[in-house]
């Protein structure tokens, strides 16, 4: 995998035991800071004590911020449906209704660390998981894993079916101070990039008096967060058309727009497009009702707009 450079972002993890966190100094010493929202290491779930302040903290300051559920895997399937809307619930306790965080949420996946379930298991629960978080949610779920569990577990490679996870977001745990471990993250898993690395457990930054878990991102904060909303919509109507314009998204991981009338799903336009055209023969139109205009960006993430523009015509 790829060596963090100059280029690269930087921030903390950190939980209810962080000593000291001052936002006001983190404001100006970090470029995104991920909190624990929950946890259910002994199988009980529960809200980190501090993450409903320290969100409110990263909101006031204006620090993006995203947030983690530390998950523990077992044989029982249903208790990945379980912790995974807990989890929905507890950040949305954290950043409000129907909003998860300005990066990308996350599941951390560190155990159980005796290997007493199946690689396949492991897998299946981490997979359902994740595919329940997306569908219910509409973001896209970042896996947390440290490269030693990736190696036990047997490379998370299943049998028949190669390595079902490697599609999603990579936050890899790999620590520079542990003398058998290589310079960077190696390939493995499935993985040969890194969305993040947490490359130390005993950092040290202004704003925070204890050591800290700290890590690199991506070169710009545009890889770690939603598209931008998009801005400058208009929409003008004939008898034949619809024509639809707006301003194009500065977002550096812009793959294109998805242009949607009355909720239906119209059509998708590349990065470099502002305006498109929908003929209403191809719509369902009532007569004297409005029509609305609405339009999302999405990133090579496959992460969407919080919210759509929209224009009522």
Same mark, same amino acid.
């Given at each position: 995998?790829?060596?963090?450079?100059?280029? $690269?972002?930087?921030?903390?993890?950190?939980?209810?035991?962080?000593?000291?966190?001052?936002?006001?100094?983190?404001?100006?010493?970090?470029?995104?800071?991920?909190?624990?929202?929950?946890?259910?290491?002994?199988?009980?779930?529960?809200?980190?004590?501090?993450?409903?302040?320290?969100?409110?903290?990263?909101?006031?300051?204006?620090?993006?911020?995203?947030?983690?559920?530390?998950?523990?895997?077992?044989?029982?399937?249903?208790?990945?449906?379980?912790?995974?809307?807990?989890?929905?619930?507890?950040?949305?306790?954290?950043?409000?209704?129907?909003?998860?965080?300005?990066?990308?949420?996350?599941?951390?996946?560190?155990?159980?660390?005796?290997?007493?379930?199946?690689?396949?298991?492991?897998?299946?629960?981490?997979?359902?998981?994740?595919?329940?978080?997306?569908?219910?949610?509409?973001?896209?779920?970042?896996?947390?894993?440290?490269?030693?569990?990736?190696?036990?577990?047997?490379?998370?490679?299943?049998?028949?079916?190669?390595?079902?996870?490697?599609?999603?977001?990579?936050?890899?745990?790999?620590?520079?101070?542990?003398?058998?471990?290589?310079?960077?993250?190696?390939?493995?898993?499935?993985?040969?990039?890194?969305?993040?690395?947490?490359?130390?457990?005993?950092?040290?930054?202004?704003?925070?008096?204890?050591?800290?878990?700290?890590?690199?991102?991506?070169?710009?904060?545009?890889?770690?967060?939603?598209?931008?909303?998009?801005?400058?919509?208009?929409?003008?109507?004939?008898?034949?058309?619809?024509?639809?314009?707006?301003?194009?998204? $500065?977002?550096?991981?812009?793959?294109?727009?998805?242009?949607?009338?009355?909720?239906?799903?119209?059509?998708?336009?590349?990065?470099?497009?502002? $305006?498109?055209?929908?003929?209403?023969?191809?719509?369902?139109?009532?007569?004297?009702?409005?029509?609305?205009?609405?339009?999302?960006?999405?990133?090579?993430?496959?992460?969407?707009?919080?919210?759509?523009?929209?224009?009522?015509?």
């Amino acid at each position: 995998m790829q060596n963090n450079n100059p280029q $690269s972002t930087f921030g903390p993890d950190i939980n209810e035991y962080t000593q000291n966190a001052d936002f006001s100094v983190l404001a100006y010493t970090v470029d995104f800071i991920y909190l624990r929202a929950s946890g259910s290491a002994t199988g009980r779930f529960r809200i980190d004590r501090k993450f409903i302040q320290y969100a409110k903290s990263c909101r006031d300051y204006g620090i993006p911020c995203g947030a983690y559920h530390y998950a523990v895997p077992s044989y029982d399937l249903t208790t990945a449906d379980q912790q995974c809307d807990d989890f929905i619930d507890a950040l949305q306790q954290g950043f409000g209704v129907k909003d998860y965080g300005e990066l990308f949420p996350v599941v951390d996946v560190e155990a159980p660390t005796d290997k007493s379930i199946s690689t396949t298991a492991l897998i299946n629960w981490v997979d359902r998981f994740r595919k329940r978080f997306e569908s219910k949610t509409r973001r896209r779920l970042m896996l947390y894993t440290g490269l030693f569990f990736i190696e036990l577990y047997n490379n998370f490679n299943v049998p028949g079916k190669g390595y079902p996870l490697s599609n999603m977001p990579l936050w890899i745990a790999m620590y520079r101070d542990v003398p058998v471990n290589p310079a960077v993250p190696p390939d493995i898993g499935g993985w040969k990039r890194w969305k993040m690395w947490q490359y130390t457990e005993k950092g040290r930054i202004r704003g925070i008096s204890s050591a800290v878990d700290l890590n690199w991102g991506p070169d710009s904060i545009d890889f770690l967060i939603q598209p931008r909303v998009v801005r400058g919509l208009q929409a003008t109507m004939d008898n034949n058309n619809i024509y639809v314009k707006w301003d194009k998204n $500065s977002d550096k991981d812009l793959l294109g727009y998805n242009i949607f009338v009355n909720n239906y799903w119209v059509g998708t336009v590349d990065r470099d497009a502002t $305006s498109f055209v929908i003929k209403n023969s191809k719509l369902t139109l009532q007569k004297n009702k409005p029509i609305n205009v609405t339009i999302e960006a999405f990133d090579f993430d496959g992460e969407v707009s919080k919210t759509r523009a929209k224009v009522t015509l």
